[in-house]
């Protein structure tokens, strides 16, 4: 976009007059950032229009997902816009500071983790590339909980990212509609998020539906003055878009999560049909040329009865030919294989939710089981394990993949273990359904704007082609051997590590060295991403610093950044575990500035944006076989931090695409797992016989560490002695610490080191979202670059 000063004081100006009459010089920052917001707004406005209408006259292809872990606009959206700078410069003129307006805004943190942030990534990418495609979720009025720590606990505070309205959001009542669930009807009101691609006109659209009830007060009941029944209509239709369910990769089977399962699939659907007959009127067999639908995971997977019902109900289209459109349209993907995750429902709780839906399942059930009779007549046993509804649980997996024609997995290894494991029936029956499709990350976010100083010193060594492919960066290896590269990139680490020291320090008050190694962990907190199997190094490191105090190495800053499910004990037990640690060794003068272990609280969007860009080590120390992909892991490496990982999940393609010898790989692979547990895995051998383990683990229940009497770190024992080490931290500790050895001797050269960031920065090419979302349009949605003019 072009940049025309004048212009833009003069809106900025309008703007904050007529919103807050007040005036630029008197403005406070939040004024500002909400007269910013909408003089974007304002700017947007055309291209954003005229993208809708080439969009509906194409085919589009409609990303459903519960989960949109966006983050804050502003910053993106300027950057995007390609005015970032002009805009800082133009405000500091004013005398007004860009980071101070910046930090106004609050995340729209509308998911947990990967699974939510892949969703935004993807958003980001579709609209950089011009491609039709547009997201569809909830409107949650409080996203992910705000995290505190309270003696080394988690607490939860709500969230509240609507305060103050969101200057983001379009209002669209004209697209409101009505969806019906078997006792009660709500209006589900549209509020659209403009979605600004990188150096282009097109301007996509996030939909997000709140809930709103029909009549929103009762007035016979009001005026027998009683309030409290009048309201309850409006408040039980209202909780559908409240709040959004704090579970990772559990799934929670409650009544009010089903409810907005449906609720934004029943509205996007009727949406996208209500759009299709406009231009198609009702040629319904065409919708597979013009409509793609992917269900992320199996939370929306209820569209596929919903859109049995728009078209056999609504619209009269006989089942089977609607079938065959179901079938077409339809594509999912598989985001985990821990099998708590995938989402079964009690048929009783789901036919008294959605009756009529309940009986749609039930006849793509009867359907699928005919057919399954047909095919293994000889075998029972595996008719059984594919039915869709199997005693009275409904299993949604299974639907998803009946009801698409393509279903993936989101890294080579996941996909695989998919295949061969726990999708093994349906990949005998559907070869052709099942492909694989790597996820990957924007580098407009992760990149050019959380490290603007190394993606200039990129630009300035081989242009910015790189922003919009991110392949371009393999023409980084041709310094691999100019030390002053090397020391440039070695320098910008640190500048940027100082600049984390100074955000932690006005933050939580605590004092990093920025020349110590910064090892980070941030993710979910989840026993199988093994933070326990961290902070077990990190205390046996410090047994050993004290025990040799003249120990030759260099200081290290472990960092951890994790939220736990509400109700998921052991994960808070395990937060308190490195707070408990932290306080030891952060206490202990004889270790200062050596050792030190920081917890950074309530991790998310904005924060991680300044903590991928400070990292040395990237843990991703997952049990083999457990984490689908990741994509922290790529943030990190497109930031030049060196993995330390298990071979799981993407870590397997990073350490293809960089080198092996790049990263730090340790640990049990899939297939050492799988002899382990046929051969009887017990915990208690590596307990007795690797050196100082013993003492790691017992300082849970022998007194040197203290849960504060809540009972947890002997809960957590047990399950590693008593309860055989699902996770096989014991197993794996010992490579573990052998590699934080190496690391911790390798990092001392210098020019080393720094060639193996250049190696994974050079290598990052293929983790790009855009690489990503081009498979996706290519081999699974067919859908064409459609550029705005
Ligand atoms: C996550 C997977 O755990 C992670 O490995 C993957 O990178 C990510 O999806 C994106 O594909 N799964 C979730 O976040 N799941 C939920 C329900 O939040």
Redesign the pocket.
């Known amino acids: 976009m072009e940049f025309n000063k004048e212009k833009w004081k003069e809106k900025l100006e309008e703007r904050l007059l007529e919103k807050f009459s007040v005036s630029l010089k008197d403005a406070s920052p939040f004024e500002v950032y909400k007269a910013l917001g909408e003089t974007v707004m304002s700017f947007i406005a055309k291209d954003w229009y005229e993208t809708k209408q080439e969009y509906s006259k194409t085919k589009q292809a409609f990303y459903l997902s519960s989960?949109f872990l966006m983050g804050r606009a502003l910053g993106n959206n300027l950057i995007n816009l390609g005015i970032d700078k002009e805009i800082q410069e133009f405000l500091k003129e004013l005398g007004i500071d860009y980071n101070q307006i910046e930090d106004e805004e609050e995340d729209a943190a509308l998911?947990?983790?990967?699974?939510?942030?892949?969703a935004a990534c993807f958003m980001d990418s579709l609209a950089t590339l011009n491609l039709p495609g547009q997201g569809y979720s909830i409107r949650y009025r409080n996203g992910i909980f705000n995290q505190y720590l309270r003696d080394g606990y988690q607490v939860e505070k709500p969230e509240t990212w609507l305060k103050y309205e969101d200057v983001w959001s379009v209002m669209r009542p004209e697209d409101e509609v009505v969806v019906n669930f078997g006792y009660t009807s709500v209006r589900a009101l549209p509020y659209d998020m403009p979605i600004i691609g990188y150096g282009t006109k097109n301007v996509n659209t996030l939909r997000l539906w709140e809930a709103h009830s029909i009549v929103d007060l009762d007035l016979g009941v009001f005026n027998q003055q009683d309030y409290l029944h009048a309201t309850q209509d409006k408040t039980l239709a209202e909780d559908i878009s409240r709040v959004l369910y704090p579970?990772?990769?559990?799934d929670e089977g409650k009544k009010l999560r089903l409810r907005q399962q449906y609720f934004f699939v029943s509205a996007s659907l009727q949406d996208i049909i209500k759009k299709f007959k406009k231009v198609h009127g009702r040629e319904f067999s065409k919708i597979p040329e013009f409509i793609s639908i992917q269900l992320n995971?199996t939370?929306p997977v209820i569209a596929i009865p919903e859109l049995m019902r728009i078209l056999v109900d609504v619209e009269g289209v006989l089942w089977e030919d609607a079938w065959e459109i179901v079938k077409k349209t339809f594509s999912y993907?598989n985001?985990?294989i821990?099998a708590e995750?995938l989402e079964k429902w009690w048929v009783g709780l789901y036919q008294e939710v959605v009756p009529r839906i309940f009986q749609i399942t039930e006849g793509i059930h009867n359907q699928f089981k005919n057919e399954l009779a047909n095919l293994y007549p000889n075998d029972v046993n595996k008719q059984n394990r594919m039915q869709i509804i199997q005693g009275n649980m409904i299993h949604m997996a299974w639907l998803a993949i009946y009801g698409s024609h393509k279903v993936n997995g989101?890294?080579e290894l996941?996909t695989e273990i998919l295949k061969e494991h726990e999708l093994r029936d349906w990949y005998e029956l559907y070869p052709d359904k099942f492909l694989n499709k790597t996820?990957g990350i924007t580098q407009r976010r992760w990149l050019l704007k959380s490290n603007p100083q190394l993606a200039s010193y990129i630009t300035e060594l081989i242009g910015d082609a790189w922003i919009k492919d991110l392949s371009e960066l393999k023409k980084l290896e041709q310094f691999i051997d100019d030390k002053k590269v090397l020391s440039k990139i070695w320098d910008i680490k640190i500048e940027k590590k100082k600049e984390l020291v100074e955000y932690l320090r006005e933050t939580q008050g605590i004092d990093i060295n920025p020349n110590s190694i910064f090892d980070v962990q941030v993710k979910?907190l989840h026993e199988y991403k093994r933070q326990l199997l961290n902070i077990f190094q990190v205390y046996d490191l410090y047994q050993q610093l004290k025990q040799n105090p003249n120990m030759d190495f260099v200081p290290t800053t472990y960092i951890y950044g994790a939220k736990a499910a509400p109700g998921y004990k052991v994960a808070k037990g395990i937060i308190r575990l490195i707070n408990d640690i932290a306080q030891i060794i952060n206490g202990d003068d004889e270790i200062k500035d050596r050792l030190k272990v920081v917890f950074v609280e309530n991790y998310r969007v904005t924060v991680a944006e300044k903590i991928f860009p400070a990292a040395d080590i990237s843990e991703q120390i997952s049990t083999a076989g457990k984490?689908?992909?990741?994509?922290g892991n790529m943030k990190f490496m497109l930031n030049g931090a060196i993995t330390l990982g298990t071979l799981d999940?993407?870590n397997v393609e990073i350490a293809k695409e960089a080198g092996e010898e790049n990263e730090y790989i340790f640990g049990m692979r899939v297939k050492d797992i799988e002899e382990l547990r046929k051969k009887g895995y017990d915990p208690r051998f590596p307990y007795n016989n690797v050196t100082g383990l013993k003492q790691v683990v017992d300082a849970l229940i022998d007194g040197r560490l203290s849960d504060l009497g809540s009972g947890i770190y002997r809960e957590i024992h047990s399950l590693l002695m008593e309860r055989g080490d699902q996770y096989f931290v014991l197993e794996d500790f010992e490579d573990y610490r052998r590699k934080q050895r190496e690391i911790n001797r390798d990092y001392k050269d210098k020019i080393s080191w720094a060639k193996k960031m250049l190696k994974n920065i050079a290598n990052a090419g293929k983790f790009s979202s855009d690489r990503t979302i081009l498979e996706y349009a290519n081999e699974i949605w067919n859908i064409k670059e459609t550029k705005i003019k």
Request: charged fraction near 20%.
């Open positions: 989960e998911g947990n983790g990967g699974l939510g942030r892949l579970n990772d990769s559990t995971d939370h993907t985001h985990t821990l995750a989101v890294a996941h996820n979910r984490e689908a992909s990741g994509t999940g993407a």
